[in-house]
């Protein structure tokens, strides 16, 4: 009997950054905390960071009328329930156009 092992190869960048003290400090609590490394706590804040900003970036548009609800649930990068949900929680009036309802029904059927 053959078994095949696949393997995803994620391939990672470096990166060098200058922070302060207290930043280093609550990395390396983090580290102890976690039981992991530096690295991987660096890894999980920028990505995590990365979402909020995301979601930041696209809230402000939606909130600018930059674009529809649907647009900004892609450029956050979550479902249109959660950009939903992030716009009340940040009292941004919530408008559905028919172009919102277009491009929900038009992305729905995409992925089938």
Do not use: Q
Request: proline share 2%; net charge neutral; aromatic share 8%.
């Amino acid at each position: 009997m053959r078994f095949i092992i696949l393997y995803a190869v994620t391939y990672l960048r470096n990166i060098t950054v200058r922070i302060d003290e207290e930043t280093y400090k609550a990395i390396e609590e983090l580290t102890r905390v976690e039981k992991t490394d530096r690295s991987t706590v660096a890894r999980k804040l920028i990505a995590r960071g990365l979402e909020h900003l995301r979601r930041e970036r696209a809230l402000k548009l939606y909130r600018e009328g930059k674009c529809t609800l649907w647009k900004a649930s892609e450029v956050a990068g979550v479902p249109l329930r959660e950009i939903i949900d992030l716009a009340k929680s940040e009292k941004i009036p919530i408008h559905f156009s028919a172009e919102d309802v277009d491009e929900a029904w038009r992305a729905a059927f995409e992925e089938d």
